[in-house]
C-alpha cells in the first residue's frame, strides 16, 4: 500500500516538553511539507524540503524544527519555543519533478497536538 | 504576501443541486490550482487540479479557471449528504522549486441537505 503515515494520531504534551511527530511516505515523492491547521483556518506551511538533507522554514517556522536523513522521512519537532502548539499537524508529499502535475500535494491523516 | 480568498460561510443546498465554491488569488504569477476536500476532523483530500484557463471536469465535479481576473471555482452537480465537508482552495506558482509551495484558502464548509 503507497501512501503516507503519520504518528501518534493524537499526542498530548506538558508545557515546557519537546515532542517529535513522525511522517514517513513510500510513493518516492522527493518533496516533503509540514503544516499547522487551527480551528476555522487554512493550513500554514511551517516547513518543507525538496530533497534528502536540505529543507526551507515555511511562514510560521519558530519554534519548530525538522531533518530530512531519509527520502521516505521528515519528523518534525515541536519545540517548547512554540507558544500555542495546540493545533492539527498535516504531513504532505509531492513528486516535485518539474513536470505538470508534479506539485501535487497529498496528505498524511494528521496528529492532532494538545498541550496541557 | 500571496492571498488565497473564498467566500465566507457556511454554503447549504438541498440535496441533487449545484453547489458553487469560489476562489479568488492575488499572485497573478499562480500557475496551478487545487481543490481539496476536508471531512471534519479528517485530512485534505485532493479532487481537482487546474492549470489552464477554462473547465476541467472529473464525475460530477467541474473546476473553472480564469487567470485574467484572478478566479478560481469548484461546481459540484447532483450534490449529496456525503458531499459536506470543508473545501480548501489552494494556489502554487510553478510545478517545482520554491515556488511549487501551496498558499492555501480558509476553507468554506459545504452542507448538502438531504
Known amino acids: 500500500d503507497g501512501g503516507i503515515t503519520q504518528s501518534p494520531k493524537y499526542l498530548f504534551r506538558k508545557e515546557g516538553q519537546n515532542v517529535t511527530l513522525s511522517c514517513e511516505q513510500n510513493l518516492n515523492h522527493d518533496a516533503m511539507y509540514w503544516y499547522r491547521q487551527d480551528p476555522g483556518q487554512g493550513l500554514r506551511l511551517i516547513y518543507y524540503s525538496q530533497i534528502v538533507n536540505d529543507f526551507q522554514k515555511g511562514d510560521i517556522a519558530e519554534g519548530y524544527s525538522v531533518s530530512r536523513e531519509k527520502k521516505e522521512s521528515f519528523p518534525l519537532t515541536v519545540t517548547s519555543a512554540q507558544k500555542n502548539p495546540t493545533a492539527f499537524y498535516l504531513c504532505?508529499?509531492?513528486?516535485?519533478?518539474?513536470?505538470?502535475?508534479?506539485?501535487?500535494?497529498?496528505f498524511g491523516p494528521g496528529t492532532r497536538l494538545t498541550v496541557l | 504576501q500571496k492571498e488565497v480568498e473564498q467566500n465566507s460561510g457556511p454554503l447549504s443546498v438541498p440535496e441533487g443541486a449545484i453547489a458553487s465554491l469560489n476562489c479568488t488569488y492575488s499572485d497573478r504569477g499562480s500557475q496551478s490550482f487545487f481543490w481539496y476536500r476536508q471531512y471534519s476532523g479528517k485530512s485534505p483530500e485532493l479532487i481537482m487540479s487546474i492549470y489552464s484557463n477554462g473547465d476541467k471536469e472529473d464525475g460530477r465535479f467541474t473546476a473553472q479557471l480564469n487567470k485574467a481576473s484572478q478566479y478560481v471555482s469548484l461546481l459540484i452537480r447532483d450534490s449529496q449528504p456525503s458531499d459536506s465537508a470543508t473545501y480548501l482552495c489552494?494556489?502554487?506558482?510553478?510545478?517545482?522549486?520554491?515556488?511549487?509551495?501551496?498558499?492555501f484558502g480558509k476553507g468554506i464548509t459545504l452542507s448538502v441537505r438531504p
Open positions: 504532505a508529499s509531492s513528486i516535485d519533478s518539474g513536470l505538470a502535475g508534479s506539485n501535487e500535494q497529498f
Open positions: 489552494a494556489v502554487s506558482g510553478l510545478n517545482t522549486g520554491a515556488n511549487s509551495k501551496l498558499t
